[in-house]
């Protein structure tokens, strides 16, 4: 346990502030073990993902592209036939 530095309230050892005068407790980088576990870990926006998944639409461009040409391949080889 570990007591508030403003009012001496007993704290629990991993509170971040007092409950009794809302006063932020500091934390040391002893006491904050887990740290350095995170140090390693990438962090991504979320807006820079979302910039990755929809991509600037060459692919669905490409894909459009291609449909038509096929569509219209097919389409001629259908009246070529019936000739």
Request: glycine share 6%; hydrophobic share 40%; charged share 25%.
């Amino acid at each position: 346990m570990k007591k508030c530095p403003n009012c001496e309230a007993e704290l629990n050892d991993t509170a971040t502030f007092c409950p009794i005068c809302n006063r932020v407790i500091e934390t040391s980088k002893e006491q904050r073990k887990y740290d350095s576990y995170y140090d390693d870990i990438i962090v991504i926006d979320a807006k820079e993902v979302e910039k990755k998944k929809l991509g600037s639409g060459v692919a669905l461009k490409i894909g459009i592209v291609v449909g038509g040409l096929v569509l219209a391949l097919a389409v001629c080889i259908t009246v070529l036939c019936l000739l």
